[in-house]
DNA sequence: ACACTATCTTGACACTGTCAAGATTTTGAC
DNA sequence: GTCAAAATCTTGACAGTGTCAAGATAGTGT
């Protein structure tokens, strides 16, 4: 339950919203808890009441992150009900424009910036619940025979990898000009897909 | 060229050292100039004659890393020169065993902590020898008709992205107990390979 | 009405990255 | 070899950071 009319009136919201724009503007570096707080409008360690430490409002931030990114996963499955292979597709595709339009937050949501994530039960739970739309996902793939029938679970983790690590490496610079140059992202996650397709 | 002998005598590696050391022990978080100063035993702004700023102790860092993993996944490359399928599969599983004995080298080489990595030329140069590495054994197996005949660096991409993003997925305790309990990591990534394999 | 708790402010501390000024040592030109 | 120039390192300072303690303020439940 968010606290009603406080001094401020959710601050605790407030906090997470001004993170999340500090991130996308300056990144993690310029993500500190006092400029955070200075844009809510309060002291330096109002912050406090509500988040235990640094590491706490970035769980938060990371936590918001993936709500958003299991809406987006949810809106393209839900628009291609009839189709897998369209899921499959079309689901990989947002988790990847998800990424490309989010990168600071898909980056403290995937990159170790989090250090104890098991201590924030709302983060393990809403992770836990994007891995199991894969996982459905790659199962109606399976049932329709569009991906081969290996224990769905190794098969999302095989997929879902590949994606992931795509995008990754695009985001990190680290595929290199000659293949940059030639194919756009788009054409990767196809051809990844297309490797664990059937036939 | 390294500086032979001065007040400190090579005082650039000594830190670099000292920040891998600091890294593995205490985390990123941990890592900062003026502790990697104490440990090599100079005043708390001497590093500033060798490094421009954190960053560029970073970027040092992480180039140090790549010539450990490049060299790893040569190693592995040569000893199985005969057997192209070999090449992939035990470069694979050095690029998780570096990962996983350097966790956290490991991730500021790829988790986006390196803000400007263009900055750095030696960066560049040895990730950018490390893909091409990854390239040659992905061509060795599409010769040796082991993976399908595709554009070499779509599939290097793909398949680099694959374990790299299990490993990623994997140290970043995204992937569930359910796969865990059941699955290795190596299992994982024999998986993998085997999707991208030919029959 | 009143104790209680949640929320927020003020002030302090140690630690950080970074810069400027100066001291010291090595190098290179002569 | 001499000596100016450059590289290396120290000392001291500053602003910004996370965090804690003590207190002020405002809602809560009885």
Redesign the pocket.
Known sequence: MP???????D?KNSLIQAGVEILSKEGLGG?????V?ARAG?????P???F????ALIAAISTEGFKKLYTALEAAVLQHADDPRQQLIEGAWSYVQFAMHNIDTFKIMFSGTLEKEKEYPAFVEISRKTFGLVVDVVQACQNAGVLRSASPELMSVSIWGQIHGIVSLALEGQISHGVLDRYSVRDMILFAIDQSAIG
């Open positions: 606290s009603k009319k406080y001094h401020h009136g601050l993500l500190s808890l006092r400029k707080a309060v002291s330096h360690s109002a406090y009441a509500h235990k430490d640094r590491q």
